[in-house]
């Protein structure tokens, strides 16, 4: 297995400029790649191209709501490998419940701490670069 070299790719999708702004606050100066999503479609089309190694996820969007985007990821077998955290203000245990059952990795309760998101991000991350992905074209 070999060790992949290249920074770290994430896809935050948000609608909420503020939390996009801020999330990219916390990624500057850090080993990291990030690309933002303002809705759930394009980030769908950006995960599917870019393929990157986590994504950060909204739970409420218009049209297409976190949970929705993250199904459909993990329906396709480019993206299903991605990890996807949810961050969101729903703190309810149905929340974040409801994030798990559709695939997500990790969920995040807003307001956030700096601390809290880079650990979770480089924590996952890690993990799926540390982990064979087994190709989807390959038979098991």
């Known amino acids: ?4 070299t290249t920074k770290p790719q994430i896809l ?3 609608d909420q400029m503020e939390s996009v702004a801020l999330l990219l606050q916390y990624f500057q100066g850090q080993n990291i790649d ?4 303002l809705d759930g479609e394009d ?12 994504i950060l996820l909204d739970v ?5 709501n976190g949970y929705a ?12 490998h991605v990890p996807g955290i949810f961050l969101s203000a729903g703190t309810t245990l ?5 994030g798990f059952a559709v695939g997500g990795a990790d ?3 807003k307001p956030f701490s700096s601390e809290e998101v880079l650990a979770r991000v480089f924590v996952h991350v890690q993990f799926r670069r540390t982990r064979p992905v087994s190709d989807p074209d390959t038979p098991e």
Do not use: W
């Open 69 to 80: 985007v993250c199904l459909e990821l993990k329906k396709d077998a480019k993206t299903a």
């Open 34 to 37: 990030v690309m933002t999503a």
């Open 94 to 98: 149905d929340s974040k419940l409801n």
């Open 12 to 14: 935050i999708i948000d």
């Open 1 to 4: 297995m070999t060790m992949t």
């Open 60 to 64: 409420f969007m218009p049209d297409k």
């Open 107 to 109: 969920y995040i309760s």
């Open 43 to 54: 980030g769908l089309r950006k995960a599917r191209v870019a393929n990157p190694d986590l």
